[in-house]
């Protein structure tokens, strides 16, 4: 069976809801305790404040509600490794966005909270099988879920990043869902047999092309761990940086990704 017909990883729908849900209320209780100097702090992504990434990861929710409220597409057009790959080319209209919400929401804990009560009734109201029309294409309920959790785990890394000692916990399914999208968006990518990245204990694929190995050790390897890839993959961390700081084992000629990354950015 050939890279481009691979049957796409299936997501179980409960533990996707309760990752989302739980990583989500990880963020909000953290935020809430933000001083208003810790929100106007800046962030790793370009000129955002604290408030505006907060504001963003609250969007990231609000695209499944605000979704539910259009008609359902006919068919189901992309998957969520293709999500994953088309996120640069939405990215302006959405810091568009993410900054007239941080602007237009002083009490970010009340927005939160909103946010989260909209989902819960959208979710109880209709099935994880219902599609929706969103920018990269037509996806169901429950693929839209395993893209945020995603956003979800990305951008509390970056708020851990923006202030020092939160420190908010991430969730343990979460960290697996999204490592293995961004696994599977790779291998999407760059189709192929000749490389496997090892993102232990989540997720294992076959990328590059090139020959492909049938059995014993493959003469291409890269390995690293599920926080590391994670940035590599969305240009938190550069290629060439955690290759040197020993936090990603490359071995072989065709185990360099660093033409392949960021994933998402």
């Not at 796409?8 to 001083?35: I, K, M, W």
């Not at 760059?190 to 294992?204: C, F, H, L, N």
Request: aromatic share 4%.
């Amino acid at each position: 069976m050939s890279p481009a017909k691979k049957r796409a990883r299936s997501y179980d729908p409960a533990r996707t809801r309760g990752a989302v849900l739980a990583q989500f209320a990880n963020v909000r209780e953290a935020v809430r305790g933000l001083s208003p100097e810790q929100l106007a702090g800046p962030t790793r992504l370009g000129d955002w404040t604290v408030r505006e990434l907060v504001a963003h990861i609250g969007l990231a929710l609000t695209a499944v509600h605000g979704a539910l409220a259009a008609p359902a597409p006919p068919k189901a057009t992309v998957t969520v490794a293709e999500w994953a790959l088309g996120t640069a080319t939405r990215a302006a209209g959405i810091a568009d966005r993410t900054r007239e919400v941080a602007a237009a929401e002083p009490d970010l804990d009340a927005y939160l909270a909103g946010v989260e009560k909209d989902l819960r009734a959208a979710l109880d109201e209709h099935p994880g099988t219902r599609l929706l029309a969103i920018s990269a294409g037509a996806v169901s309920v429950d693929d839209h879920l395993v893209t945020r959790t995603v956003e979800l785990v990305v951008h509390t890394d970056d708020l851990n990043a923006a202030v020092p000692g939160l420190d908010v916990p991430l969730d343990r399914q979460a960290v697996a869902i999204a490592t293995r999208l961004l696994a599977d968006a790779l291998a999407t990518k760059a189709p192929g047999g000749s490389t496997e990245v090892r993102v232990p204990p989540y997720a294992v694929v076959q990328c590059v092309e090139g020959l492909r190995h049938t059995r014993g050790t493959p003469p291409n390897v890269v390995e690293t761990d599920p926080l590391t890839w994670i940035r590599l993959a969305t240009g938190r961390l550069a290629w060439a940086d955690a290759v040197a700081a020993a936090q990603v084992s490359a071995s072989g000629e065709r185990a360099d990704l660093g033409e392949l990354l960021p994933l998402l950015a």
